[in-house]
């Protein structure tokens, strides 16, 4: 007879993929998947949401607990499901909320393999030809933004905030040579734009280095580094004897699609060094999660054009990949596949130029006595990550071996060309002001006025005339009530949803600029997207200007 746990451990086998061959179980487990899928498909509308968008309530999320008996898995992915109700679709056209690609049918596979068996990139014992992958996926992006493949070497990490503190992390081994087995005696500091991301201050309290070391240098209008304000910046940290953890260059700001001049960080960086004797150069860091993708055009040839992407769309890809084209003069760089890569979260890279680096960071052996007891590659002996999922390394190469080139090329170049449609309409309206209209990406800040408002000569004022104070906070509010109009009415599945920035860029006496944001990654999206973004922010204006009326 048996006792109760055998016959609880008897009934949970089925709730387990079976590890011998079972064409009934094999059947029932496909089944179980086809089945959720096909309840989030039946919660598909026209709307970009799944389902009905609910009031989210955390407090009795809090007061859950864990019940004694265990549950059928038919009841668990049914109450998993529910909780994608109001999940906005990222495929949808009318789904522009920052940097959030759909993922591909093949990085969706990729994704979920990994899941099933569970490898673990410690070390290619444990994960097998998985890891094989995870250099296939790092090689083939090495070689995409200009490394050489068999001197390049790189992991998958958990975001691109990783992939930051992983380049950081060696510049600070460079720059303070033991300071992993002694510590910081000298705090070091990070070079980076006004507008990079805030990672760098997230990285700088976590490494110990400190976010007040972190030098913010002035950005252009255009969100790109002012380079002569670089240079000034890392004269006086190298003359004042500060060992430089990290010049970080940012390749596309989240906001604005800022390109740095890398061309020119670097330049800069080898003739201070000289000017200086250092004896190891600033370590140089490319934070590219989002314009890494631009490298594809690295062999297009832009005169014939073979794709046919219209002459504006080619300004700005072309411009793009002015800089982009640098990347390979980093020390180091982040890549995010789940930005401009269309894999799901989380699939980031970390890529060096020269693998030799990464001894730096490397542990000894006799430090991790119960591992790497059998097999070749063995990179958790220098990560930062003891256990690494499969899944980010196979989502990237499902859609590096899906797309191609000319399959990133053709989505990057519908983005833009969407992203250009929707800026010339809102160019061309008396009421709305793009900021970034040099931008050539696929995101556009733009700020939406009332009535009677001068858009050819007031957002100047805003910007540089301190007496116009007043109505920048005016007109800040007001694009704060358009944006929560907008926003109501895409949880309703009406108009479309898109993001608001509370910062867009200071004014000249250090005032936040309110923008709105549409930032367009669906290959869904189309000429009635655009008309139904439109049509929501008139919408909102008609309502505010109803709501002054009633005082």
């Not at 993922?103 to 410690?122: D, F, K, V, W």
């Not at 196979?394 to 929707?422: P, S």
């Not at 920048?472 to 109501?488: D, E, G, K, P, T």
């Not at 000429?527 to 439109?534: H, Y």
């Amino acid at each position: 007879m048996s006792s109760a746990y055998q016959t609880i451990v008897q009934s949970l086998r089925s709730s387990f993929p079976q590890p011998v061959s079972d064409r009934v179980h094999d059947a029932y487990f496909v089944f179980s998947c086809l089945r959720a899928l096909d309840q989030l498909d039946a919660m598909k509308s026209v709307s970009p949401l799944l389902g009905s968008p609910e009031e989210l309530d955390y407090d009795a999320a809090r007061r859950r607990q864990l019940a004694d008996a265990p549950r059928s898995l038919e009841d668990v992915t049914r109450e998993l499901v529910e909780h994608f109700s109001g999940m906005f679709i990222w495929s949808h056209p009318r789904s522009q909320i920052n940097v959030i690609p759909p993922p591909t049918i093949a990085s969706i596979i990729g994704g979920l393999l990994p899941s099933i068996y569970n490898p673990n990139l410690c070390s290619d014992d444990t994960a097998r030809k998985v890891a094989v992958a995870e250099v296939e996926a790092v090689s083939m992006t090495a070689h995409l933004v200009g490394y050489d493949p068999l001197q390049a070497g790189g992991l998958f990490t958990f975001g691109g905030t990783g992939a930051l503190l992983y380049g950081v992390k060696l510049g600070l081994e460079k720059a303070c040579p033991g300071a992993g087995r002694r510590g910081l005696s000298q705090p070091p500091v990070i070079l980076c734009s006004q507008r990079a991301h805030y990672a760098c201050l997230t990285v700088a309290n976590w490494l110990g280095i400190g976010e007040e070391n972190v030098v913010r240098v002035p950005a252009t209008a255009d969100s790109d580094i002012v380079v002569e304000a670089f240079e000034e910046s890392l004269r006086t940290v190298l003359r004042d004897g500060r060992p430089v953890a990290a010049i970080v260059a940012t390749m596309g700001t989240t906001d604005a699609f800022g390109i740095d001049d890398l061309a020119a960080l670097h330049r800069i960086r080898s003739e201070l060094a000289a000017e200086f004797q250092l004896a190891t150069p600033p370590h140089l860091h490319a934070d590219a999660v989002i314009g890494w993708a631009w490298s594809v055009f690295n062999d297009y040839d832009w005169d014939a054009n073979p794709l046919g992407f219209r002459l504006r769309t080619i300004r700005c890809l072309a411009a793009a990949h002015n800089r982009i084209r640098h990347l390979h003069l980093a020390d180091s760089l982040g890549v995010d596949f789940h930005k401009t890569g269309f894999t799901p979260y989380i699939s980031s890279a970390f890529l060096v130029r020269d693998a030799q680096d990464l001894r730096r960071l490397a542990r000894g052996d006799q430090d991790m006595p119960y591992l790497f007891q059998s097999g070749h590659h063995h990179p958790g002996k220098y990560t930062l990550e003891t256990t690494r999922g499969g899944s980010g390394p196979m989502a990237a190469l499902a859609n590096l071996l899906l797309l191609g080139k000319d399959g990133l090329r053709a989505l990057l170049g519908h983005l833009v060309t969407m992203a250009e449609t929707l800026r010339e309409h809102l160019g061309g309206h008396v009421s709305t002001t793009v900021f970034n209209r040099n931008n050539v990406g696929p995101v556009t800040l733009f700020r939406v006025y009332p009535d009677g408002i001068d858009t050819f000569t007031v957002p100047k004022r805003e910007e540089s005339d301190p007496q116009y104070r007043p109505q920048l906070l005016a007109h800040n509010a007001y694009n704060r009530r358009i944006y929560q109009i907008v926003h109501q009415d895409a949880l309703r599945g009406e108009g479309a949803v898109l993001s608001m920035t509370d910062c867009y860029r200071e004014t000249d006496y250090g005032e936040p600029i309110v923008a709105l944001k549409s930032y367009i990654m669906s290959p869904f999206s189309d000429e009635a997207s655009i008309d139904a973004i439109l049509n929501s922010i008139w919408k909102a204006r008609r309502i505010v200007a109803e709501e002054s009326a009633a005082g």
